[in-house]
């Protein structure tokens, strides 16, 4: 049996770094790109902008896990959010990534895109923010259109305006995290403001584009009934374009890179909803009409 044929397809949006997201992974890390050696920090710096290179924390290929099929997630660094419940703090610096030139990454994206349209897959962005560097992702995107390849945004819409309505053009379905359902809270879950996430939504709609909602639950923190109302509220504006809503029960699995980095971690004691409270909320959210899951 190959590597491929041995993929299973298993429940959406597995806890990356789970048991469960390792089966699910075929390779990755960061290996096999070409990384520009030598470039001033001018350079970089404007290599940044025009998207010739991109900062990457890392990346795999995986089955179900962001996005239909098997994907190619990449995972970019920086993120301008700190969030609570963040997972993946070590991807908050964007210098803590990997240097990456555009045509290593559409070459590897080519190497896989018969298996990708044979799946239904293809290329996810996430991060960190995948928003942060729009250049390099807008342009992989292109890229991954002239190649027929499905393309997939994952991000908090927490920088809209980096967006132009081209960029939204070449984005097929994009994983919105609604982070919580007032601005008072989100700054207490994000440090960040809510309404460019609102703003991003309502434009990837008028766009004819599909989202998948993502909605972190975590106990005294965003499961509120009124957060939760306030949150499926935001989604109804998005009209159609929502396919679906994933609640994802808050978990440790994070906890170890905190400690690493030596950053205080505020729900150090934080145990995760109740599977009584995480059937509330999906409750909440089927009675506005919308399929939970
Ligand atoms: S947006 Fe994502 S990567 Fe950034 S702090 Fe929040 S959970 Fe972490």
């Known amino acids: 049996m190959s590597e491929i044929a041995q993929f299973r397809t298993t429940t959406r949006h597995m806890l990356k770094g789970s048991k469960a997201y390792a089966s699910q992974t075929l390779m990755g890390g960061l290996s096999g790109f070409e990384s520009p050696i030598g470039m001033d920090r001018r350079d970089r710096i404007n290599a940044l902008k025009s998207g010739d290179i991109g900062f990457v924390h890392s990346w795999d290929i995986n089955t179900s896990v962001d996005g239909p099929g098997t994907r190619m997630t990449v995972f970019m660094s920086g993120c301008p959010l700190r969030c609570q419940y963040c997972q993946n703090p070590d991807t908050w610096k964007m210098r803590d990534g990997k240097p990456v030139y555009l045509e290593a990454m559409i070459k590897k994206i080519d190497r896989y ?63 919105l995290d609604v982070k919580s359902g007032d601005e008072e809270t989100y700054r207490i879950v994000t440090g960040g403001v809510l309404q460019p996430t609102i703003d991003f939504g309502q434009r990837l709609a008028k766009a004819g584009k599909k989202i998948w909602i993502r909605f972190v639950l975590v106990p005294d923190l965003t499961s509120a009934e009124e957060n939760v109302e306030n949150v499926a509220k935001i989604c109804e504006t998005f009209g159609d374009a929502v396919e679906h809503i994933d609640v994802l029960p808050f978990h440790q699995l994070g906890r170890p890179k905190w400690h690493e980095l030596r950053i205080p971690y505020p729900l150090e004691d934080q145990k995760g909803p109740s599977a009584a409270m995480k059937q509330r909320v999906m409750d909440q959210f089927r009675s506005h009409g919308f399929v939970v899951y």
Do not use: W
Request: hydrophobic share 40%.
């Open 113 to 175: 895109a018969d298996l990708f349209k044979a799946t239904g897959g293809g290329i996810t962005f996430s991060g960190g923010e995948s928003m942060m560097q729009p250049a390099f992702v807008s342009r992989v995107f292109r890229a991954s259109k002239e190649m027929g390849v499905h393309t997939c945004l994952d991000t908090s819409g927490f920088l809209n305006r980096n967006y132009t309505d081209e960029m939204i053009d070449d984005i097929d379905l994009c994983l």
